[in-house]
């Protein structure tokens, strides 16, 4: 042989070894590449569509569609459903809370599309609402998808489900036979009553997961052929809801809201609810409480009035023939000439505002000279209608005819009216707000204490 023959040789093996070499890198490279089937992992989980070998097919004559989904090995990822998401006409139709396939097992779902559809996704979800889980959605394109031919009245017959939109709603299926009276269950083999039979004749037992509407308002239930959405309307109920004329005060699951003229959680007042306060029972005379910016607002409030002097004990005066008693008093914006009375009711005259821990000036002008005349005086700090002894300030003797002393407001005093009582003694002190004294007399008058 020749080295031509040679060389025509050796390159045709060259050419066989190259081929081969091609197909291989065909078969191990780029065949993997255009797998028809998607498929991810999420989670501990994997799920593929499969869109080969007829598994997923639309029928246009049905307007069903028809998608097989395998599940991978794992077993220990628990999942609680899948979702389907269809585009069709660039809109997507969502099919949700589907059961799932078992471990290394496939799944077909018939599903009722309003048109021929464009792509199918898959993703697992574990939990519901916020605790809500969506693994990584896989979409497969379905644009070569070849149509297929879908016997809905077989399915039917096979008690195959078929899912609309939405939560695992179910097409309702044709009742095939009747029994007593009633409809037979064309899927679970049982029977129903009339009652439970949409008006063609439909009929089918839903399950409590495909009633889940997500809504915590609401309690899910199934009844006969469609889910029961019951709306709560009791307060106090938990589970997340605030129902309709509910409140945070009788319901935790509320929040207060501003505005609502229901006083809730810290705010002191919200428009008309006050929570029962009012200018009297905080310590004010009289006038007229409001709400400001959800804070009470005093603004309106009179702090002192009138005291009522019938509820405290009475004292009549002493002996006023030798000529002994109080011609001015003059303290806290009090200043009030008086004539000999034996005891004078000022009640009626009430002081400035005398604010607490604060020390005031008191001169108590006497009818005569010559004669060592003492005072005392007892103001109801702590409102009890009773004079104490803690209550009592002994304001000084003296022969002149103006005899002073200090009187000191505590700082623990009670806002608003209480009543003074000042009264005089010939040569000591008198011996209580309640004793007449021998000479001299007794005068009322209102004070007003303030912060």
Partial sequence: MNKRG???IVATVLIVLITVAGVAIIWVAIIPMVNENADFE???VRFSIITSSGYTVYDPDSGLLSVQVKRGPDTNQEINYIELIVVVGGNSE??????????NQAKTYYLSVSGSPESVSVAGIVGRGENRLESKPITSELDNLPDGDIDKDELVDEGTLIYLSGKANVSSQICKDVTNDGYVNSILGKSCSLGECDGSGGCFECVQDSCDDDNV???????GNSCLYTVITSCGVDGG???AGCNANNDGDCLPVSGNDIAEGDEECDGSD???????SLGYYSGTLSCNALELDTSGCVLCGDEDVTSYCENAGGDLNDGEWITRLTFGGIDNPSAADGYLDASHIISDQLVRGSSYTIDVEESISGYEECFSVWIDWNHNEVFDDNERTYVGCGEDEVVSGTISTPSDALLGSTLMRIVGAYSSYPSGACTAPYYNEVEDYTICVAP
């Fill in 217 to 223: 308002c609401t309690v899910d239930s199934c009844g």
């Fill in 274 to 280: 006050l929570r029962e306060k009012s200018c009297e």
């Fill in 241 to 243: 809801c605030c129902p």
């Fill in 42 to 44: 999420s989670f501990d």
């Fill in 6 to 8: 040679i060389s025509a």
């Fill in 94 to 103: 969502k099919f949700t809370k589907l059961p799932i396939p078992g471990s």
